[in-house]
């Protein structure tokens, strides 16, 4: 079918949206609760466009025959503005903040907050990877559907009723009460900064500063992301940059997590063998992700046995950095002090399991996310589009790179069973 936009005409499919549309053809639409792996609800009203004289919201709103949109005029301007004054309205936001939601109030026109903040609403710090502070949250739903219909969880949802509707654990009970997995996929979808990871940007900060060896490894894909954090193209791989990037900040060894993903996968090898031969607990699965972990914990306890007894790579990485790298380098392993750079929030969880501190003392001190480490060279004016391509430290900086498919479905067995044929 074909419809109109802004007097062009488009051609659209019968099941898509007038955002769908509109975005395929680059016309730009605000908008603020819709994601593109979520069902939109419709919540913000901010993507409201003219549609034969009406306002409607153009996430939601299926296109028909000879469709006539318009996206941009003077009531649809003071209609989006209204919108997002009141969504900022009595909360904690200001409007020099950095995030989605106060770049797009700027970008809408806002000149003032409306009202003061409501009476303090729930903060919560319990869980070791993410920080709540419902004062700026603007209930979006993102989180909420992301958390239940995308990672299947449902940690949090809504608490009370009308103008006391929160985002919260069920009850509303902490974080670290609930089933979370920490895996973070709702402060990567809150537009507002509501929910956050915990930054250890200004421990790692003052680690640094410290008579301590501060080692870090970075995982597979911060090469991949972290050029984003400071406008880069996305996806350009950094390696050769981030590397030369953590010797400016400080650290005394710059390694490479993909050593230790050799060391999974050939530990992982190991165990499967032993598995099949003394007619174990299979099919085995990986271990190497600790929100999946949390998850089979929580809701398929019975799944226990098949999951690998292994270590992952973060941890493996950790504990050697006390002990191997340590004794390699005539440092005593008490002044190691381990960082670690990954993509997920649940790294910060896995670190305080109390089972990972083989060595004696903990495996990992700090995990910083790769938002958290782009912050930190922002802080210090470390532009890695300047830097010259720099190589890891040997020894625990070489890898195959078969890491490289440790996160695509099915990538630690598809390199188990090729070790195994090679054994
Ligand atoms: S983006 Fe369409 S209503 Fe929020």
């Given at each position: 079918?074909?419809?109109?936009?802004?007097?062009?005409?488009?051609?659209?499919?019968?099941d898509e949206t007038i955002l769908g549309v509109a975005e395929r053809?680059?016309?730009?639409i605000p908008t603020l609760c819709y994601h593109p792996d979520l069902k939109p609800e419709a919540r913000c009203r901010l993507c409201v466009?003219?549609?034969?004289?009406?306002?409607e919201t153009a996430c939601n709103t299926k296109?028909?025959?000879?469709?006539?949109?318009?996206?941009?005029?003077?009531?649809?301007?003071?209609?989006?503005?209204?919108n997002?004054?009141?969504l900022?309205?009595?909360?904690?936001?200001?409007?020099?903040?950095?995030n989605e939601l106060?770049?797009l109030?700027?970008?809408?026109?806002?000149?003032?907050?409306?009202?003061?903040?409501?009476?303090?609403?729930?903060?919560?710090?319990?869980?070791?990877?993410l920080?709540?502070?419902?004062?700026?949250c603007v209930l979006c739903g993102k989180c909420v559907q992301k958390c239940q219909d995308v990672q299947g969880v449902e940690a949090i949802g809504y608490?009370?009723?009308?103008?006391?509707t929160?985002v919260a654990?069920?009850?509303?009970?902490?974080?670290?009460?609930?089933?979370c997995v920490?895996c973070g996929q709702c402060a990567a979808v809150c537009p507002a900064e509501a929910i956050?990871?915990?930054?250890?940007?200004?421990?790692?900060?003052?680690?640094?500063?410290?008579?301590?060896?501060?080692?870090?490894?970075?995982?597979?894909?911060?090469?991949?992301?972290?050029?984003?954090?400071?406008?880069?193209?996305?996806?350009?791989?950094?390696?050769?940059?981030?590397?030369?990037?953590?010797?400016?900040?400080?650290?005394?060894?710059?390694?490479?997590?993909?050593?230790?993903?050799?060391?999974?996968?050939?530990?992982?090898?190991?165990?499967?063998?032993?598995?099949?031969?003394?007619?174990?607990?299979?099919?085995?699965?990986?271990?190497?992700?600790?929100g999946?972990?949390?998850?089979?914990?929580?809701?398929?306890?019975?799944?226990?046995?098949?999951?690998?007894?292994?270590?992952?790579?973060?941890?493996?990485?950790?504990?050697?950095?006390?002990?191997?790298?340590?004794?390699?380098?005539?440092?005593?392993?008490?002044?190691?002090?381990?960082?670690?750079?990954?993509?997920?929030t649940?790294?910060?969880?896995?670190?305080?399991?109390?089972?990972?501190?083989?060595?004696?003392?903990?495996?990992?001190?700090?995990?910083?996310?790769?938002?958290?480490?782009?912050?930190?060279?922002?802080?210090?004016?470390?532009?890695?589009?300047?830097?010259?391509?720099?190589?890891?430290?040997?020894?625990?900086?070489?890898?195959?790179?078969?890491?490289?498919?440790?996160?695509?479905?099915?990538?630690?067995?598809?390199?188990?069973?090729?070790?195994?044929?090679?054994?």
């Amino acid at each position: 079918m074909r419809i109109t936009i802004n007097g062009g005409e488009y051609e659209a499919a019968e099941d898509e949206t007038i955002l769908g549309v509109a975005e395929r053809n680059h016309i730009d639409i605000p908008t603020l609760c819709y994601h593109p792996d979520l069902k939109p609800e419709a919540r913000c009203r901010l993507c409201v466009v003219e549609v034969e004289g009406k306002l409607e919201t153009a996430c939601n709103t299926k296109v028909r025959e000879g469709l006539v949109v318009v996206t941009e005029n003077q009531q649809i301007s003071e209609a989006r503005k209204l919108n997002i004054e009141l969504l900022l309205a009595n909360h904690g936001h200001t409007l020099d903040e950095d995030n989605e939601l106060v770049r797009l109030a700027r970008r809408l026109g806002v000149k003032k907050i409306r009202g003061e903040p409501l009476p303090e609403k729930s903060l919560d710090s319990s869980c070791f990877s993410l920080y709540r502070d419902n004062n700026k949250c603007v209930l979006c739903g993102k989180c909420v559907q992301k958390c239940q219909d995308v990672q299947g969880v449902e940690a949090i949802g809504y608490v009370g009723r009308g103008y006391h509707t929160e985002v919260a654990p069920p009850l509303n009970h902490k974080l670290s009460d609930v089933a979370c997995v920490n895996c973070g996929q709702c402060a990567a979808v809150c537009p507002a900064e509501a929910i956050v990871e915990k930054d250890d940007s200004s421990r790692v900060f003052k680690a640094l500063a410290s008579e301590k060896k501060v080692v870090v490894q970075t995982a597979p894909s911060v090469r991949v992301s972290v050029g984003e954090t400071q406008g880069l193209e996305p996806g350009l791989v950094s390696t050769g940059k981030l590397v030369a990037a953590l010797r400016r900040l400080g650290f005394d060894a710059v390694l490479d997590t993909n050593f230790a993903a050799d060391l999974t996968i050939v530990e992982e090898a190991h165990e499967l063998i032993e598995r099949i031969q003394n007619k174990g607990t299979l099919p085995m699965m990986t271990s190497c992700c600790p929100g999946w972990v949390k998850y089979v914990e929580h809701f398929y306890p019975k799944l226990l046995p098949h999951v690998s007894t292994c270590k992952s790579p973060q941890q493996m990485f950790g504990a050697l950095s006390k002990t191997y790298l340590a004794e390699s380098r005539g440092w005593d392993p008490g002044d190691v002090i381990s960082v670690s750079v990954m993509p997920c929030t649940a790294k910060k969880y896995e670190i305080n399991r109390p089972e990972m501190s083989d060595s004696g003392r903990r495996d990992v001190d700090f995990v910083l996310t790769t938002r958290e480490l782009g912050r930190m060279l922002n802080q210090k004016n470390i532009n890695l589009g300047e830097l010259p391509d720099e190589r890891y430290d040997d020894l625990m900086g070489a890898s195959t790179g078969a890491a490289a498919i440790f996160g695509a479905s099915g990538g630690v067995m598809e390199l188990l069973s090729a070790l195994r044929q090679t054994l």
